[in-house]
């Protein structure tokens, strides 16, 4: 059975820090993987989807990291700004391609001013 | 824009009382899912949808029920049945997997819906 874990499950730093976000998964056997932005009573920005043959995206500040292999992704973001608070989530879609999508808890991020 | 548009926002429902929440998209996705959100926890499947006039049950699907007469269309009705409702609900869309040469996948979430009961 797939399970996603994200750690840490909330951080703190101040503005203009890099910082790494860990999301790690069970079954290697994945279709993609997305990070997704959530603000307070809101719904989930995608940020970036990784498909299961590629190791990375870029997108501005954000890069993420696919490692199949070690059932492990990154979500790294550059100068954090206090505009980057919000919960990050990653979500891995099962290998089959099917519909089922399994979410981790999501780290709470807040960057200080 | 294209979107998903889920209404209302919040809503407030009685003991024994049946809610609808409405979801509507406009991205010609094949693909509807509603999500259910608590707090510390992941995302849980309610229903999924794959095409017009099919749907099928996610992992928790008990005291709710779905219909999907429209392509741009998944409502999702809270029964009475459903003994701990209060939630944060989420629809999403994707397009569909067995039609597009270079399916992404990717999904697609609309701004959610607070449901609270009295």
């Known amino acids: 059975k797939q399970e996603v874990t994200q750690i840490p499950a909330a951080l703190s730093v101040p503005e203009g820090e890099n910082l790494v976000l860990n999301c790690s998964f069970t079954?290697?056997?994945?279709?993609?993987l997305q990070w997704f932005r959530q603000d307070p009573g809101k719904g989930l920005t995608s940020l970036l989807l990784?498909?299961?043959?590629?190791r990375e995206q870029t997108s501005g500040r954000l890069n993420a990291s696919l490692d199949k292999s070690s059932g492990r992704s990154t979500l790294y973001i550059a100068a954090s700004q206090p505009g980057d608070s919000a919960t990050y989530l990653c979500?891995?879609?099962?290998?089959?391609?099917?519909?089922?999508?399994?979410f981790g808890a999501g780290t709470r991020l807040f960057v200080k001013a | 824009d294209g979107g998903i548009t889920q209404s209302p926002k919040y809503l407030f429902r009685k003991e024994g009382q049946n809610v609808t929440l409405s979801c509507e998209q406009n991205?010609?996705?094949?693909?509807m899912y509603w999500y259910r959100q608590d707090p510390g926890q992941g995302l849980r499947l309610i229903y999924y949808?794959?095409?017009?006039?099919?749907?099928q049950k996610g992992d928790i699907a008990e005291g709710y029920s779905v219909s999907r007469e429209k392509k741009e269309s998944f409502p999702l009705t809270v029964t009475s049945a459903q003994k701990n409702p209060t939630a944060f609900y989420l629809c999403?869309?994707?397009?569909?997997?067995?039609?597009?040469?270079?399916?992404?996948?990717?999904?697609?979430f609309g701004e959610g819906s607070r449901l609270t009961v009295l």
């Open positions: 079954d290697s056997a994945i279709y993609n």
């Open positions: 991205l010609n996705h094949d693909a």
């Open positions: 990784i498909q299961s043959s590629q």
């Open positions: 949808s794959q095409i017009v006039n099919d749907f």
């Open positions: 999403a869309s994707s397009p569909g997997l067995v039609k597009a040469r270079k399916n992404t996948g990717e999904l697609f």
């Open positions: 979500a891995v879609r099962l290998g089959t391609g099917g519909f089922k999508t399994i």
